[in-house]
Protein backbone atom coordinates (compact mmCIF):
# COMPACT_ATOMS: atom_id res chain seq x y z
CA UNK A 1 0.00 0.00 0.00
CA UNK A 2 2.57 2.27 0.53
CA UNK A 3 4.37 4.30 -2.59
CA UNK A 4 0.76 4.72 -3.77
CA UNK A 5 -1.38 8.29 -4.25
CA UNK A 6 -4.35 7.76 -1.96
CA UNK A 7 -7.68 10.10 -1.11
CA UNK A 8 -10.10 9.92 1.76
CA UNK A 9 -13.48 9.86 0.77
CA UNK A 10 -16.34 10.63 3.65
CA UNK A 11 -18.78 7.74 3.34
CA UNK A 12 -20.90 8.65 6.14
CA UNK A 13 -21.36 11.43 8.65
CA UNK A 14 -18.45 10.38 10.90
CA UNK A 15 -16.89 7.53 8.38
CA UNK A 16 -14.25 7.91 5.97
CA UNK A 17 -12.74 5.42 3.28
CA UNK A 18 -9.10 5.36 2.18
CA UNK A 19 -9.19 5.01 -1.79
CA UNK A 20 -6.31 4.26 -4.40
CA UNK A 21 -5.73 6.74 -6.96
CA UNK A 22 -4.04 5.94 -10.24
CA UNK A 23 -1.80 8.86 -11.70
CA UNK A 24 -0.50 6.76 -14.09
CA UNK A 25 -3.66 7.29 -16.59
CA UNK A 26 -5.89 10.17 -16.69
CA UNK A 27 -9.36 9.28 -17.72
CA UNK A 28 -10.86 11.46 -20.84
CA UNK A 29 -12.56 13.37 -17.66
CA UNK A 30 -9.56 13.99 -15.33
CA UNK A 31 -7.38 12.31 -12.93
CA UNK A 32 -9.51 10.62 -10.05
CA UNK A 33 -12.62 9.70 -11.96
CA UNK A 34 -12.19 5.68 -11.33
CA UNK A 35 -11.44 6.34 -7.53
CA UNK A 36 -14.08 9.37 -6.64
CA UNK A 37 -16.68 10.45 -8.20
CA UNK A 38 -19.14 13.18 -8.82
CA UNK A 39 -20.22 13.95 -5.25
CA UNK A 40 -18.01 12.43 -3.47
CA UNK A 41 -16.58 14.51 -0.32
CA UNK A 42 -13.12 14.49 -0.63
CA UNK A 43 -11.11 15.20 2.55
CA UNK A 44 -8.82 18.10 1.77
CA UNK A 45 -8.12 19.23 5.44
CA UNK A 46 -6.67 16.94 8.08
CA UNK A 47 -5.58 14.05 5.84
CA UNK A 48 -2.46 13.22 8.26
CA UNK A 49 -4.94 13.06 11.29
CA UNK A 50 -7.35 10.05 9.35
CA UNK A 51 -4.57 8.17 8.38
CA UNK A 52 -2.85 8.12 12.17
CA UNK A 53 -6.40 7.50 13.38
CA UNK A 54 -6.32 4.66 10.52
CA UNK A 55 -2.50 2.95 11.61
CA UNK A 56 -3.38 3.51 14.94
CA UNK A 57 -6.61 0.86 15.20
CA UNK A 58 -4.59 -1.37 12.86
CA UNK A 59 -1.83 -1.62 15.53
CA UNK A 60 -4.76 -2.36 18.66
CA UNK A 61 -5.96 -4.93 16.63
CA UNK A 62 -2.92 -6.64 16.18
CA UNK A 63 -1.45 -5.72 19.22
CA UNK A 64 -4.71 -8.01 20.89
CA UNK A 65 -3.60 -10.84 19.29
CA UNK A 66 -0.60 -11.68 20.96
Do not use: C, H, M
Not at 10 to 19: G, H, I, L, V
Not at 27 to 53: H, I, P, R
Amino acid sequence: NQGKAWVYVQTDEKSFTRRAVDLEEPTSTGWFTKSVKAGDAVVTTGVQTLLSEEFKSQIRVEDDGN
